[in-house]
């Protein structure tokens, strides 16, 4: 599959989120717009090691393609064992964390930490490559702090070492999640390389992917925190302004949880992800209070369904 192609037709991705982007959060932004999709962060070590709660994470279905696998690691040999036993059954792509800002990612060398060693980014990128079955994509920061912003010698050190494509959350590691997107950044990243260049950051509509776009000539849009409680973003029509219009994607939410997923061990996640669809809404504060009081999904269920509970 070629990645510049794809992206050709629909230039929205959905973003790796760890705890987020599960099968059925994938389906259903999918079904809202996404075209390709990252599953959640997996450990080259859990995979390697066989650990069942990896494995659980390469969950798919025909309907979560293309799926690009995303691995995170700092051992160059383990990455590799982690790719090779990846195959066209599992995804269409391999993604290589190198963006990660969490500290206990950063203090075992993995994620961001990596772009402090680009040599040792270079031999992940380049033995993940060789041992892999499929297309191999890295996705990292503008560098590890403003005084220190390298990602269009990264970029080509990732192309060099044989990458298809390259997604640039334009953010240090010092800023987070915090701050704003350096989008000219992106566009100096597109400048450098000749493979397809997707750009990540602050993103919360679909009319601001349309922007990222022209401004920076970039192939891609990756979203990540602006998808969560808004798959919609994905979609030109937006977010609904009302509950009402809201509850059924929230539903059809919990339903491919329900399908796909353990949803009995997931009653916590599924509130968490029901409570961030009441963004903007008025009252969304008592309006989840009332949703994380809820013992069990039958209840969750039968409390939006019953739209008096809203008025």
Known sequence: MDIASLLADNPYVLAPLAGYTDLAFRLLCREQGASLCFTEMISCHGLVYGQKNTKILLQ???ADRPLSIQLFGSDPEVMAQAAGLITRADGDFIDINMGCPV???VKKGAGAALMKDIKLAERII????RHSPLPVSVKFRSGWNSEKIIAPEFARMA???GACAVTLHARTWTQAFGGHADWELIARVKDAVSIPVIGNGDILTYADGRRMLSETGCNGVMVGRGALGNPWVFSKTGRPDTLTARVPVILRHIELVTKYLQADKMLFRI???VGRY???LPGASRLRQEIMATATLDSLIELLR??????
Do not use: I, P, W
């Not at 380049?126 to 490559?129: I, K, L, N, T």
């Not at 019953?306 to 008025?311: A, G, K, N, V, Y």
């Open 306 to 311: 019953c739209e008096e509970s809203f008025t």
């Open 271 to 273: 509130k968490n992800h």
């Open 126 to 129: 380049s033995q993940v490559v």
């Open 278 to 280: 009441l963004s903007g």
């Open 103 to 105: 500290r206990k990612v």
């Open 60 to 62: 798919s279905r025909a």
């Open 159 to 161: 192309e060099d070492a």
